[in-house]
């Protein structure tokens, strides 16, 4: 036995734990630390006084409410519908079930810039459903939600539709047979198992959102204290050469998604654990 752990630890197809280590810290480094540290480092040339007035102006705590509002109401209703729509993908057999399958991924495709202005003129007050809607979507705030709901459906989807695959159906019918409803089965017994992943949906689809641009400048008509979002807000300081603003806001962004999705994660780790409790 011995002898065949160390034949197969020799015979690795990976490299040795300290290369393979190497390697990992390096590209994380690269990749992730290098550009954050950047900025921090660009930020720390403020003074305090510069760097509470660049993150606190009128305009640009308008921009968080709206980017950080929206991305969390997009994140929501995405967790609510993506896991309906999991559920037919994964337990019912229709016509076309294929193509609507793959219509799922079509936001992780299409160009960004595309979907802003597909949705810009699909909800245009001429537009397709534009229309027929008793008030204005495009160039207004809730066009930048639908636009985030739009690129944050596919996160939910693909997250919880493996889970619900694995779920044992012979759970739902001892539940069944004990006298529990269909509603008492899915919260229960469906719901505690797919939580995990659920919530794990609803953090990659806000992340996702608190960082969109190409969607959102199209759709939202980026009027200052109103459908402005924080990604453009530190574009047009870039514009401006402002660097150390533009660093001053994105640092911001970054401790709140940072301690958000800290959040989120613990409530995942709570939930685990819950489960493996039951």
Same mark, same amino acid.
């Given at each position: 036995m011995l002898l065949s752990r160390g034949l197969l630890k020799r015979h690795s197809v990976l490299p040795g734990f300290d290369l393979a280590l190497g390697?990992?810290?390096?590209?994380?480094?690269?990749?992730?630390?290098?550009?954050?540290?950047?900025?921090?480092?660009?930020?720390?040339?403020?003074?305090?006084? #510069?760097?509470?007035? @660049? !993150?606190?102006?009128?305009?640009?705590? %308008?921009? *968080?409410?709206?980017?950080?509002?929206?991305?969390f109401a997009a994140a929501a209703l995405n967790a609510v519908f993506g896991l309906v729509v999991a559920w037919v993908l994964v337990r019912y057999d229709f016509p076309f079930k294929r193509l609507i399958d793959a219509?799922?991924?079509?936001?992780? #495709?299409?160009?960004? @810039? !595309?979907?802003?202005?597909?949705?810009? %003129?699909? *909800?245009?007050?001429?537009g397709w459903i534009g229309q027929f809607l008793p008030f204005k979507v495009s160039f207004t705030p809730v066009g930048v939600f639908v636009a985030l709901v739009f690129i944050g459906v596919p996160f939910v989807v693909r997250t919880v539709q493996p889970v619900l695959e694995d779920v044992n159906r012979e759970l739902e019918e001892a539940a069944a047979t004990l006298g529990a409803s269909r509603?008492?089965?899915?919260?229960?017994?469906?719901?505690?198992?797919?939580?995990?992943?659920?919530?794990t949906g609803?953090?990659?689809?806000?992340?996702?959102?608190?960082?969109?641009y190409g969607s959102v400048i199209f759709i939202a008509g980026n009027m200052p204290m109103i459908s402005e979002i924080t990604p453009l807000l530190i574009i047009t300081k870039?514009?401006?050469y402002d660097i150390a603003g533009?660093?001053?806001i994105a640092v911001v962004m970054l401790v709140i998604?940072?301690?958000?999705?800290?959040l989120i994660n613990s409530l995942q780790t709570w939930a685990r654990k819950r489960q493996g409790g039951v």
């Open positions: 390697f990992a810290l390096l590209y994380i480094s690269l990749i992730v630390l290098v550009p954050l540290s950047a900025a921090f480092l660009k930020t720390f040339t403020m003074t305090w006084a #510069a760097f509470w007035d @660049a !993150v606190t102006s009128p305009r640009v705590l %308008a921009s *968080y409410r709206l980017t950080f509002g929206a991305s219509l799922v991924d079509l936001p992780f #495709a299409l160009p960004t @810039a !595309v979907a802003g202005i597909a949705l810009t %003129a699909i *909800y245009a007050e001429n509603w008492q089965t899915f919260s229960k017994v469906i719901l505690p198992i797919v939580l995990p992943a659920l919530l609803f953090a990659l689809a806000f992340a996702r959102a608190l960082g969109e870039l514009e401006q533009a660093t001053a998604s940072f301690v958000l999705l800290l």
